[in-house]
């Protein structure tokens, strides 16, 4: 099992709609999980960090499930501006964090 | 406040000749990393610094050496390079606590690098 695995996708959705990603993570001694948005040719920058209580921020909410080693990512009334490839990211010891391949994402007018 | 930065942004080289990628962070961090970026591949952990004079091996260390003399700044060199280090090559630094959460990195613009 790969310590990080997310569906590449490309989702490709209209404006308006919501879209969830999944990320599964290997290393059950994980302690920090994020969401960081890479956009073309540009480097990763933070989305927010992943809680067990589950968190929000504006149009999107990330959840961690710790027993099924799950994570995920939903985006509500998608924007244009929110196309983009999003990486599921685990911490794995010593500061050190494993990032997933990513979903890229779509939205279309 | 620069955050963190990358020299140079764009380079060739030919098979066999050396070059050194400069990374500079004006945050205070003692945390510093060198990832490269393949298509199909996601960011790979070349090297990795906790702190001033020290250095670390990620997952793909073979043909890299880096050096962190001072704690703002983060060197990584290619002694020979090679076509299969064609690749973009991303710098980061961080707090590194052991905060749940609070690992976060923050990464330089890049350096595109294609070996001949």
């Known amino acids: 099992r790969k310590e990080v695995e997310q569906d590449p996708g490309p989702f490709n959705v209209p404006e308006g709609a919501t879209v969830a990603f999944n990320c599964t993570y290997s290393n059950s001694a994980s302690q920090s999980f994020f969401w960081y948005r890479q956009d073309c040719r540009k480097e990763p920058k933070l989305l927010m960090s992943v809680y067990s209580s589950g968190n929000e921020d504006g149009r999107f909410t990330a959840q961690l499930n710790r027993a099924s080693q799950y994570i995920s990512l939903l985006i509500r009334d998608s924007k244009l501006s929110d196309s983009a490839t999003y990486l599921c990211v685990v911490n794995r010891g010593y500061s050190t964090l494993t990032f997933g391949k990513g979903t890229m994402l779509l939205v279309s007018p | 406040n620069a955050g963190v930065t990358q020299t140079p942004k764009f380079r060739v080289l030919k098979t066999g000749q050396s070059m050194t990628l400069l990374c500079a962070q004006d945050?205070?961090?003692?945390?510093m990393y060198w990832y490269r970026q393949d298509p199909g591949m996601g960011l790979r952990l070349i090297h990795y610094s906790v702190g001033e004079g020290t250095t670390a091996k990620g997952e793909v260390p073979d043909g890299y050496n880096v050096s962190r003399l001072k704690k703002q700044n983060f060197l990584l060199g290619l002694e020979s390079a090679a076509p299969s280090q064609t690749s973009v090559y991303f710098c980061?630094?961080?707090?590194?606590?052991?905060?749940?959460?609070?690992?976060?990195?923050?990464f330089g613009p890049g350096t595109r690098l294609t070996v001949l």
């Open positions: 980061a630094s961080g707090t590194g606590t052991s905060v749940r959460g609070t690992d976060t990195q923050y």
């Open positions: 945050m205070n961090h003692e945390y």
